[in-house]
């Protein structure tokens, strides 16, 4: 059932907006007319997308341990969680999966689900399961320096195309040495990935309660969720605007330590000043099919060798003189 919205202040702009919404926005203007039919007035509240947020440790609580994690996320206004699942080995990534699914069936927000793995077990056929399952991250941990030396990024990016998976690293073995040397370490291994093409994502900027829009593009949740534009999940987030309280209308206040008065998921309503309204197995998994699509054409810019960097690669491991026999060939 669609439902009709006025003067709906968006992000703290002046503009007030008309909207038309059932699971996802599909009306939105400034200036046109609304359809017939009872409309709701948002005057005195300011709405911003709903939170997506990231818990990394909750694929080990039980049900009833998840709904009460989430209970404390939807209070902060968030109304997506992503999640991680720890993945021992290729063969045993499908049994893993399911049953991290299984103990997301009750979950009363959107919820997406990404993989982490030791860098010695990440192989392409992981890579290409990724794709398969519509995981749209993945988790690298390199624990030990050797991990990271004998490591070939080449051939993993090559397997992640075309789903494109966002990829990031955990630089474990770094933890190790003083804090002073650690981020120019670190910023050396960002640098060497740069050079072979690949651009991960920085593992130590994800915001746990409320995920940047830069994240949501790479992994593909934007624009579905994190926004408020025509085809988006209308998941939303209403605060008081404290109109007796502000001096300077240009004034921008700051809103994310505040909660929400109303939340919203997909048009239903989570919670109501201090009481919930959630209901068990509502969230759905979001199935995720163009990771990066955003970012896509900023990486080939930058490299214009990913569909053919699996010879170049193998050839700098030769040496000299075998590489120039078989370039010669070629």
């Not at 927000?109 to 993945?138: H, N, Q, S, W």
């Not at 397997?159 to 690293?169: C, Q, W």
């Not at 994240?215 to 534009?229: C, W």
Request: aromatic share 10%.
């Amino acid at each position: 059932m669609k439902q009709l919205y006025s003067k709906v202040s968006i992000d703290g702009m002046r503009d007030e907006y008309k909207i038309v919404a059932g699971e996802k926005i599909t009306f939105k203007t400034n200036t046109g007319r609304l359809e017939k039919g009872i409309c709701c007035s948002l005057n005195g509240y300011r709405m911003e997308p709903g939170k997506v947020g990231f818990d990394e440790e909750m694929y080990h609580f039980s049900k009833d341990e998840i709904l009460t994690q989430i209970e404390r996320y939807v209070y902060q206004g968030i109304t997506t969680i992503m999640s991680c699942v720890p993945i021992a080995s290729e063969r045993t990534l499908e049994e893993e999966l399911q049953s991290a699914l299984r103990a997301f069936e009750d979950s009363p927000i959107d919820y997406v689900l990404g993989i982490r793995m030791a860098a010695e077990r990440v192989t392409p056929e992981v890579m290409r399961k990724c794709g398969r399952y519509r995981l749209p991250f993945i988790i690298i941990e390199f624990e030990h320096e050797s991990s990271w030396n004998n490591f070939v990024f080449e051939w993993i990016h090559q397997a992640n195309f075309p789903y494109r998976a966002a990829m990031m690293v955990d630089f474990a073995f770094l933890s190790e040495i003083p804090e002073s040397k650690r981020m120019r370490e670190k910023k050396v291994c960002y640098d060497l990935l740069s050079d072979k093409g690949i651009e991960p994502y920085e593992y130590d900027i994800i915001e746990p309660h409320h995920v940047s829009t830069s994240f949501l593009m790479r992994t593909g949740l934007f624009p579905l969720k994190g926004s408020l534009t025509q085809g988006s999940h209308f998941d939303y987030n209403l605060y008081s605007n404290h109109e007796s309280t502000r001096v300077d209308e240009e004034q921008i206040l700051d809103y994310h330590g505040e909660e929400p008065a109303i939340i919203g998921l997909r048009g239903e309503i989570l919670k109501v000043e201090k009481k919930l309204h959630l209901k068990r197995g509502f969230g759905e998994r979001l199935d995720i099919r163009k990771p990066g699509f955003f970012t896509a054409s900023h990486g080939n810019k930058i490299s214009r060798v990913r569909r053919s960097f699996g010879s170049w690669s193998v050839l700098n491991k030769l040496s000299p003189s075998l590489r120039q026999v078989i370039s010669k060939k070629d």
